[in-house]
């Protein structure tokens, strides 16, 4: 038997199995077992489960479970940090399966009492709202479920990107390996997903728009796939919810589908420099406190989501969840929804300003004033007139009405920002097209206060 030894004068020294099985362990797997016979353990195990109808979720990092939530601390006892309305506390190991990639690395060790003004200090270089809005990002994308921001982080080479996109990585979903490449497909994209909660996508020259239609629906948990491999019907589809971040010097939300979807930070030229080494320390250093704030501000945030009311806003799952942990975070109760509101409304202006259909609608609204219906064909020909008055169409102008059908329904979203809301309507002749104004709804903050538009608390998702 295991852990006796049957006879005094033998040399055979006898282990405990569990004993045993450690000294084997060789990359989570006993080093003298094969790829073929672990492969056939695993399948016997899934058909076993199958059979007797066992099915479990498997989160990457973090999971809702009951009244709280676990997130894996990627230490190498499997040790979770339990989040509940009444605090969070260290636990030996979830009651979630939770799968763990090659890449995963351990959160900081948390401290007491935590602190955002070491974070704030190693990033003076942002503004306040940039600020505000980094951790508001940084603790939703906690939560185990979406939908979640994208974080987009742009500027001038040798502003700060990559630091920032970093610390944010560490931050939610420490790994042990550095940014990632950008995706050129959507199998990449996939692939990337499977290993990894947090995305952090490093140096993204363009973006293609079936890949910014993808980066959405990652976002918001939709399915992304397509035909499998070697097959002519059989398809291949992964559904989930990742925060994402991208990081790049063009304006990354050029789409409005994205830009709606994003909380984009415009990085300036950095003042002073440190080496990468200095920042590495500097970064290792805030972190206990840094988790220990975080969890603080989602404590709060699970005490109080069923209280709080806020704007009937895009993105509302986020919004609500940080509204409710205000009073734990670095800035007074209103700022985040101010400066949420400021963001848009510079994501909006950039997108329209960088969309030839979005400009030509304004100037038609500035010839109609009062409005304008008609057929859509019609107002593909108004439109043409404006945009191209000597004959030379833009490169990206759409070629029919058809094309401008769809143009339209992508930048409805940043034109009713503007106060501009277009409708459509089918009817024996055609589309036909409304355009009129509307009271402007780019100021979010100010909406929230000046109407009843909010989201019912009883609506909300529960996570205590």
């Known amino acids: 038997m295991p852990g006796e030894n049957p006879s005094r004068d033998s040399n055979v020294k006898f282990y405990p199995l569990g004993e045993v099985a450690r000294s084997y362990l060789n990359n989570g797997r006993p080093a003298s077992v094969g790829e073929t016979s672990m492969r056939d353990a695993r399948l016997a195990l899934e058909a076993q489960a199958y059979l007797n109808g066992i099915q479990q979720e498997a989160p990457l990092r973090t999971a809702a479970h009951g009244h709280a939530i676990y997130i894996d601390r990627g230490t190498t006892d499997w040790s979770a940090f339990e989040i509940t309305s009444a605090g969070w506390k260290v636990e030996p190991r979830s009651p979630v399966p939770n799968l763990r990639s090659k890449r995963a690395a351990a959160f900081a060790e948390p401290t007491a009492p935590g602190s955002f003004a070491p974070l704030q200090r190693l990033l003076g270089h942002l503004d306040n709202d940039q600020f505000v809005l980094f951790v508001s990002w940084c603790l939703w994308a906690l939560s185990p479920t979406g939908p979640y921001p994208i974080l987009i982080v742009t500027g001038e080479a040798g502003s700060g990107k990559n630091t920032l996109v970093r610390l944010a990585q560490r931050l939610v979903d420490p790994v042990a390996g550095d940014l990632l490449q950008p995706p050129d497909n959507d199998r990449d994209l996939i692939a990337a997903a499977r290993h990894g909660r947090a995305l952090s996508f490093d140096n993204i020259s363009r973006l293609r728009p079936e890949l910014a239609d993808s980066l959405c629906r990652l976002a918001t948990g939709s399915e992304i796939g397509g035909r499998s491999l070697y097959t002519d019907h059989d398809t291949a589809t992964f559904a989930a919810c990742r925060p994402l971040v991208l990081n790049g010097i063009p304006d990354l939300a050029a789409r409005g589908d994205l830009a709606d979807r994003s909380i984009v930070i415009r990085l300036t030229a950095l003042q002073s420099r440190v080496t990468e080494r200095e920042w590495k320390v500097e970064a290792d250093r805030i972190g206990p406190a840094t988790i220990t704030a975080l969890l603080d501000a989602l404590v709060t945030g699970i005490a109080r989501i069923e209280e709080v009311t806020t704007a009937n806003v895009r993105m509302a799952d986020f919004a609500s969840m940080i509204v409710a942990a205000e009073q734990s975070l670095p800035w007074k109760e209103g700022a985040f929804l101010r400066a949420y509101a400021d963001n848009r409304r510079d994501v909006v202006d950039a997108l329209v300003s960088g969309d030839v259909v979005a400009l030509m609608v304004l ?74 104004r509307t009271a402007d709804l780019a100021t979010l903050a100010t909406f929230a206060t000046q109407t009843g538009a909010v989201q019912p608390p009883q609506n909300r998702r529960r996570y205590s």
Request: charged share 30%; hydrophobic share 35%.
């Open 363 to 436: 100037k038609h609204v500035e010839q109609h004033p009062i409005g304008w219906s008609g057929l859509m064909s019609d107002l593909y020909d108004e439109l043409t007139a404006i945009a191209v008055p000597d004959g030379r169409r833009p490169a990206d102008w759409p070629g029919n009405a058809r094309w401008l059908s769809d143009r339209l329904r992508r930048t409805a979203p940043a034109l009713r920002q503007r106060g501009i809301e277009i409708s459509e309507r089918r009817g024996s002749a055609g589309a036909r097209i409304e355009i009129k």
